[in-house]
């Protein structure tokens, strides 16, 4: 019998970091596919939590994976180097 295994998200800055990937995640998803997010609009969502100002999710997609690199020294997707 196989265990599951999980991440345990439990520290403010840990919360945050799932947040902002979490919104990077479905910008990429809704840009992609076209389709929307069933949990509000990703892009207001955004604007208010990050204060990125753009008109589309494409560009709010551009400034949250700038922002994702400024904040944390690595591009979205890529593992951290040790």
């Given at each position: 019998m196989s265990q599951n295994t999980g991440v345990v998200i439990d520290t403010p800055e840990a919360m945050e970091h799932f947040r902002m990937a979490?919104?990077?995640?479905?910008?990429r998803f809704e840009t992609k596919t076209?389709?929307?997010?069933s949990r509000g609009s990703t892009l207001q969502f955004v604007r208010r939590e990050y204060g990125i100002i753009a008109g589309t999710k494409k560009k709010a997609l551009a400034l949250m994976e700038q922002k994702y690199l400024d904040t944390y020294g690595?591009?979205?997707g890529k593992k951290e180097e040790a």
């Open positions: 979490n919104a990077i995640m479905r910008l076209g389709m929307s997010s690595w591009e979205y």
